[in-house]
């Protein structure tokens, strides 16, 4: 699943980066790099920023940057969703 599609108050992890480039890079700057827990805390009321806490920060990231963070629920292992 996307990071996208998590609502606040769950958790996940990140599984892969699917983006390129400039994009890539600044994602990783934020800390988002496989196996790192993300917790989604909250949504604008529009819908579009999403609050983040990553590694003790807290972060807003667009629906189309998220779309390339994929992510497994935490408690499911392995599994990808």
Do not use: F, H
């Amino acid at each position: 699943m996307c990071l996208n599609e998590l609502k606040p108050g769950e958790s996940a992890v990140v599984r892969a980066l699917t983006t390129e480039g400039p994009l890539r890079r600044r994602l990783q700057d934020l800390g988002l790099a496989p196996g790192t827990a993300v917790d989604c805390l909250g949504r604008s009321p529009g819908g579009d920023p999403s609050a983040y806490r990553v590694r003790g920060a807290v972060i807003a990231l667009r629906r189309c940057d998220c779309g390339g963070i994929l992510v497994a629920r935490e408690g499911r292992g392995a599994a990808w969703d």
